[in-house]
């Protein structure tokens, strides 16, 4: 995972959902936030951050993983394989 730092931003490359879900917990708890308060700030319901930070999202929609990130100040980017390597 390649994680670049910026002001008030982060930007990381996750090309898997395991990878994804590490680096949301991993962000969350740099925060010092419990799954609680992530999900309170991002106007989702707690299971949705869940699904998440485990790498398998269930149902939930496009909006609620960029408002999870959002909240834990990470800018989401979707991009073609043919652009990112994979």
Do not use: C
Request: net charge positive; no cysteine.
């Amino acid at each position: 995972m390649t994680i670049t730092a910026t002001p008030s931003r982060v930007r990381a490359y996750m090309h898997t959902p395991e990878r994804m879900a590490m680096f949301a917990q991993e962000t969350r708890q740099a925060h010092g936030w419990t799954v609680d308060e992530v999900a309170n700030r991002a106007g989702v319901p707690v299971d949705v951050v869940i699904s998440v930070e485990s790498g398998q999202p269930k149902r939930i929609n496009l909006g609620q993983v960029r408002a999870v990130f959002d909240t834990l100040g990470v800018t989401v980017l979707l991009l073609p394989a043919s652009l990112t390597g994979v």
